[in-house]
């Protein structure tokens, strides 16, 4: 069974760094896009940034010049690197990406990422 797994979470002053990992476990076909989402407390899960298998990416306007995501070289990798975090960054962050089949879709099991002094 084909998992997403993501890495790299923690707490973070305000300003600082962080970079989030997810790989995707198991035998499949490479993903012809990949994301990442986060859930604010007490919000609704959004859009945080996806790219394709050519590299094409794409950001939510909150996010734009901060964070970076990037496929890595392993199959079905994705990274977010974020810098200039600020507390309205805090949130749950998931790995998310489209399945093969129609309507299907694969989901991390999240990573806490708390922005604070």
């Known amino acids: 069974q084909v998992q997403l797994v993501e890495s790299g979470g923690g707490l973070v002053q305000p300003g600082g760094s962080l970079r989030l990992s997810c790989a995707a476990s198991?035998?499949?076909?490479?993903?012809?896009?990949m994301g990442w989402y986060r859930q604010p407390p007490g919000k609704q899960r959004e859009l945080v940034a996806t790219?394709?298998?050519?590299?094409?990416?794409n950001y939510a306007d909150s996010v734009k010049g901060r964070f970076t995501i990037s496929r890595g070289n392993a199959k079905n990798t994705v990274y977010l690197q974020m810098n200039s975090l600020k507390p309205e960054d805090t949130a749950v962050y998931y790995c998310?990406?489209?399945?093969?089949?129609?309507?299907?879709?694969?989901w991390g099991q999240g990573t806490q990422v708390t922005v604070s002094p």
């Open positions: 198991g035998s499949i076909a490479s993903f012809n896009r």
């Open positions: 790219i394709t298998s050519g590299g094409s990416t």
């Open positions: 998310h990406a489209p399945g093969h089949v129609p309507g299907y879709q694969y």
